[in-house]
């Protein structure tokens, strides 16, 4: 049984599962992907047509600021710990992977109660409170980077390092083709992760004619602004809610700058494939989680980042003349950002399943 809130690496370990034989793969995920927004999630439309079985749980989030979706969520609370652990007992799987958020505390509570071992994995350098909580029922906690293993207790921490999914090493003339970009021209790669920024979005529309007078732009924008900014395409500048498969490996081993939120997921992938970054972390997480993990590329000499603050038109479109200018400092660090990811965590994720398992 899969779950947790972060999709890409669940997606990497789903892969190297499949690859190695013998698994059967439940997913426990969200149908919507936030608080009163009616967007179906990433996991509620990737992983079904894979062939997975998936059981949407309905648990609730504590939010660190009150909105009028705080005391609904808090009620859910009990309702996603039973409903994992009805469908936990009804499927008894060997062992339960969390891919942290609060999706996957539950079900970690839950198999513990049923004596289901689990296994957590962080994919940042600040550990999260779903980690957190889990780490007091889990079998294992498998660690992205070296400087959390002392966190926890000798024997329970594992460093695996960040699972990568293999379709970005994979490219598709046939997909880049389709694109029908301008010849000749540098891609700029926009991303606001699986399910879109807002911010980044408008910042980009306010300056998307200036940015288009010596670029291609790709831009993933979520599903909340795909209408409205469907409206602008043209044949340098394409619009999608999401990107999968070999036109996502293609796009960024095309890009020569990726404009991006700085998810640890997204930077590890980036990071791997040595791409100049511009990021802009997204400031109320816990203890402003992307912003460190911005730094880390930012030192490696490979990113640059706009506090979500300091965004705006003007600001965006100077940073991105500057770096696309100077592509060549940036490529010429790529070695050093690639050193701070492992290549093959996802292999030894998987071998931690198979010696947790039941």
Not at 201 to 221: G, K, P, R, S, T
Not at 227 to 232: D, F, I, S, T, V
């Amino acid at each position: 049984m899969i779950t947790g809130g972060h999709i890409t690496p669940a997606l990497a370990v789903i892969e190297e599962l499949r690859k190695q034989g013998g698994w059967e793969i439940y997913f426990f995920g969200r149908e919507h992907a936030t608080e009163g927004d009616k967007a179906f999630s990433v996991e509620s439309q990737v992983i079904p047509p894979m062939g997975i079985k998936f059981i949407a749980i309905a648990a609730g989030r504590l939010q660190r600021r009150f909105t009028r979706y705080t005391i609904p969520a808090a009620l859910r609370l009990p309702v996603g710990f039973f409903q994992a652990l009805y469908h936990l007992a009804r499927v008894r799987p060997a062992v339960i992977l969390s891919f942290g958020g609060y999706l996957g505390v539950p079900a970690i509570m839950a198999g513990w109660l049923l004596g289901i071992p689990g296994i957590t994995h962080e994919q940042t350098t600040v550990i999260g409170l779903g980690t957190k909580i889990n780490a007091f029922f889990c079998r294992k906690v498998a660690l992205s980077w070296p400087q959390t293993v002392g966190i926890f207790p000798k024997g329970k921490a594992v460093l695996t390092g960040n699972p990568i999914r293999r379709e970005i090493f994979k490219t598709s003339t046939k997909a880049w083709q389709g694109f029908g970009f301008e010849k000749g021209r540098p891609l700029v790669l926009v991303s606001g992760g699986n399910q879109g920024s807002q911010v980044i979005n408008a910042a980009v529309a306010d300056c998307l004619d200036q940015i288009l007078v010596n670029n291609n732009l790709f831009h993933q924008v979520g599903q909340s602004d795909l209408a409205r900014l469907k409206k602008l395409e043209r044949k340098n500048y394409r619009v999608a809610g999401f990107v999968k498969g070999a036109e996502w490996g293609t796009l960024l081993h095309k890009a020569d700058l990726v404009v991006s939120r700085a998810g640890i997921n997204t930077l590890t992938e980036l990071g791997s494939l040595g791409k100049p970054m511009l990021l802009i972390p997204i400031p109320w997480l816990f203890e402003n989680e992307q912003t460190k993990n911005a730094r880390l590329f930012k030192e490696a000499g490979i990113a640059e980042i706009i506090p979500q603050d300091d965004l705006n038109p003007d600001r965006l479109l100077n940073t991105v003349t500057n770096m696309m200018t100077n592509l060549y400092r940036y490529r010429q660090n790529a070695a050093r950002a690639q050193g701070l990811v492992v290549p093959d965590a996802a292999v030894k994720i998987v071998k931690l399943i198979s010696e947790t398992a039941l």
